[in-house]
């Protein structure tokens, strides 16, 4: 790994995305407009768009990410650049953390509008701190980054990969317990949401924003995050292959 | 006396073996590509020039065989800042200008932007700098992707069909440039399925169905088969090659 090389690469992910205005709209315009519209659904229920609104502030990252990720190194294995880069001086973990830099920054951008918006203008209560919710939400994201760039793997067009998002982030949004709690589910959806990351994700943000003491389960929630983030990116340099069939 | 001794070849290939999915592309092939000069990979279509090409730089899971490139194994890591490889379809981020995707591939060679300048100058797109890459037309786009693999002057060029879909005039200049880079001690292995590019070729390798049918030289090819044109010569070659001998 070099710091070159993977600055360079940041560098160049972030000029591509600044290529893209509907991607930048996408990343720091959607999410706090979602909310706003949020804010106005639940008119006047002060309390149940506390309870939704503001984990989902340090969700959005997670599920945007995830998306981005996913079709931008699609992309790169399907034009052949990856395959080009695999030739040069250059390693998998300066791709990664390459990426991983520039999203990483994307995020923080994003938490810092969307925490803004929910947080200040939007008057949801964050007794822990909103910036814990944004420390939260870059994290998520990271996380997102991950099972995107894993999850690139294994889809060959770019219309393949839009579909992981119904198919692993839905499942994961439902059964995180933002919308049920996870308790009043059926006992085996119950079980089943201990197995996914996201549930961790959520659970740390429900707890940073509720009165409360945080206490030995937000450690274990972001404790589970960082690992499930650090097996993903494992599994994802996997499959950066410098030799292919 | 050493200096008597003609070079190393620049790429050694003995009984190489590649299979793809269900296709036994490749069938023992045994080759050697002097160094310092250009040796032209033609065959038809679908014959496997370009997984021959993506075994040598180290790309490709082969099945069996040897492959010797610059006194190194094929994907040798201490190879990547020595062989330039440049894709049959155009490698190079398409949403960049074509300063910037240069800037990219320079900057993870460590190359300054005096010698970007210069490559841009090389492969004729002086003037086209600020252009987004995506809006190029194709043999714009295969002239950038090109310039990528010329910024660090590496020994070694593998090219895969380069000229594809250029117009006349510009064919003939790439060739000029490439004749310049053999001058210079460059060694530079082209691929092409058109016949007529035989010519400008030093040494030539004819394939045909994963076998390579001839290791030749222009002179050579016309001699044995009594035809001038060299398309013609292929195809004697062809025809030879099917009889039972
Ligand atoms: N990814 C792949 N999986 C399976 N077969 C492939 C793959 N890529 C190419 N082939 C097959 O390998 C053969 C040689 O392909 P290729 O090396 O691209 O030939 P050329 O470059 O000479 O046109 C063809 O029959 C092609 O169908
Ligand atoms: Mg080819």
């Known amino acids: 790994m070099s710091i070159r090389a993977t600055g360079a690469t940041a560098r160049r992910v972030l000029l591509q995305i600044r290529r893209d205005p509907r991607t930048i709209a996408l990343l720091l315009v959607v999410p706090a407009g979602l909310l706003v519209l949020l804010y106005f659904i639940f008119d006047g229920q002060e309390a149940t768009f506390q309870k939704i609104g503001a984990p989902l502030c340090g969700l959005f990252p997670f599920i945007v990410m995830f998306l981005i990720t996913s079709i931008a190194m699609l992309r790169e294995r399907t034009s052949g650049t990856l395959e080009r880069l695999m030739t040069m001086p250059l390693g998998k973990a300066d791709v990664l953390f390459g990426y991983g830099i520039a999203f990483g920054l994307l995020a923080a951008l994003q938490a810092i509008v969307v925490c803004s918006v929910g947080f200040v203008a939007l008057g949801l209560d964050s007794p822990h701190g909103a910036w814990l919710v944004g420390l939260l939400a870059i994290g998520n994201a990271v996380l997102g980054m991950a099972l995107g760039l894993l999850a690139s793997a294994f889809a060959r067009t770019e219309f393949q990969a839009v579909q992981f998002m119904p198919a692993f982030i839905f499942p994961q949004l439902l059964l995180c317990g933002l919308f049920v709690a996870r308790d009043s589910m059926a006992p085996a959806l119950d079980t089943i949401s201990y197995a996914l990351p996201l549930t961790y994700a959520y659970d740390a943000l429900a707890l940073v924003t509720e009165p409360g003491d945080l206490g030995g389960d937000f450690a274990v929630d972001v404790l589970v995050v960082a690992g499930a983030t650090i097996a993903s990116l494992g599994l994802g340099a996997l499959t950066l292959r410098r030799r292919t069939e | ?245």
């Not at chain 2, 620049?10 to 036994?24: E, M, P, Q, T």
């Not at chain 2, 679908?46 to 075994?55: D, I, Y």
């Open chain 2, 1 to 245: 006396m050493a200096t008597d001794q003609p070079a190393p070849p620049a790429i050694a290939i003995r009984d190489l073996d590649v299979v793809r999915g269900d296709n036994h592309v490749l069938h023992g092939v045994s080759l050697e590509v002097p160094a310092g000069k250009i040796t032209g990979l033609l065959g038809p279509s679908g014959c496997g020039k370009s997984t021959l090409m993506r075994s040598i730089v180290g790309v490709q899971i082969v099945g069996g065989g040897e492959i010797e490139v610059l006194g190194a194994a094929a994907g040798s890591p201490e190879l990547r800042p020595r062989v330039g490889y440049v894709t049959q379809a155009p490698s190079v981020y398409g949403d960049l200008s074509v300063a910037e995707n240069l800037g990219y591939f320079g900057s993870l060679y460590g190359v300054g932007s005096d010698r970007i300048a210069t490559t841009i100058g090389t492969v004729g797109l002086r003037g086209f700098e600020g252009r987004i890459t995506g809006t190029l037309s194709g043999g714009q786009r295969s002239r950038v992707s090109l310039a990528t693999a010329l910024l660090n002057d590496p020994d070694l060029l593998v090219l895969d069909e380069p000229t594809v879909g250029l117009d006349p005039v510009l064919r003939d200049e790439l060739w000029r440039t490439f004749g310049e880079l053999a001058k210079a001690g460059t060694t530079l292995l082209v691929s092409s399925h058109v016949m007529d590019e035989a010519g400008e070729c030093d040494e030539l390798l004819l394939m045909r169905e994963g076998r390579l049918l001839r290791q030749t030289t222009p002179a050579a090819l016309r001699e044995e088969t009594g035809q001038q044109d060299l398309g013609k010569a292929f195809l004697t070659v062809i025809e030879r090659s099917e009889q039972p001998s």
